[in-house]
């Protein structure tokens, strides 16, 4: 069985950890107090986006943790607003600044915006300057398939990583196995659910919390990790960032997981990359 404390190991030879800090929502003042916990706690993988606005504050707290910069995994995104060639360049650079370093480990684009049809491209740009070492993988988020054959076809390359909105509501499991046959990993956002209805007070999340004395929130992470999805939860409170790190010492059975995937309603939290409003 796969040691789920072990990294990823993507499709261009980098690895990546399995669970991570989300940053969406933890303004830039509050970031650095927030990514220093995150990091003392154990933490490995780091979550931004430019859209965040608090790349500034993520990037002081992973310079200013003692953590080794080779030792942290820092993810940022290109916004919708700086797809085309010349643009994302600007936006890495620009991005690197803010984060106060020479280069990303994950550098993904945020939304493939259909309706401006330059993502291709945006990838493309993205794959120099990973040869020039200012990125070690590049990946995508909100992809579909389409999007992600219409990268390939172009360049030649499958995106190491796709994030995407994944939760027990929305579990995704065709694109999972779509991901998986071509070394895709899928990274899953908003994971606990929580944007609309509540996947944390589900009898069976409940259940399986008290069986193993862990929290729902545990479960639901635990449960990414065992379905092989890299997870990355947000909180602003240090109690919940050691929380939803300490979900090591149990695992859930196949029953408890079956009741969880159970609740899927095919039913997005989120906007449908599909409309283009993204
Ligand atoms: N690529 C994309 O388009 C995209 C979109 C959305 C998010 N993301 C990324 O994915 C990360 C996670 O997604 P998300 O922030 O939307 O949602 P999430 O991590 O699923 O949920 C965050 C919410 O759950 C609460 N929470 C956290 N831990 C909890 C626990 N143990 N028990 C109960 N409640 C808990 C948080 O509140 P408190 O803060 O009060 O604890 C917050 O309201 C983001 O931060 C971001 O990095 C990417």
Redesign the pocket.
Known sequence: MTDLREPVELNDGRTMPRIGY????VGDDEAQEAVEAALATGYRLI?TAEMYGNEVGVGRAVNGSGVPREDVHLTT?VWNDHHGAAKARAALEASLERLGTDYLDLYLI??PSPKQGLYVETFAALLEAKDEGLIRSVGV??FLPEHLEQVHEGTGVWPSVN?VEL?PYFNQPELRAWHAERGIATES??????RTGSV?AEDAVTAAAEAHGK???QVVIRWHLQNGCIV??????PK?IA??FDVFDFALGEDEMAAIDALETGERQ?IDPASGER
Do not use: A, F, M, V
């Not at 989300?22 to 929502?25: E, I, L, P, Q």
């Not at 990355?232 to 409170?237: L, M």
């Open positions: 989300g940053t969406y929502k979550d995104k945020h939304w988020s909100n994030q939760h956002w908003g994971p606990l659910g929580q944390l929290s729902p929130g990355i939860p947000k909180s602003s409170k919940r929380e939803n989120g």
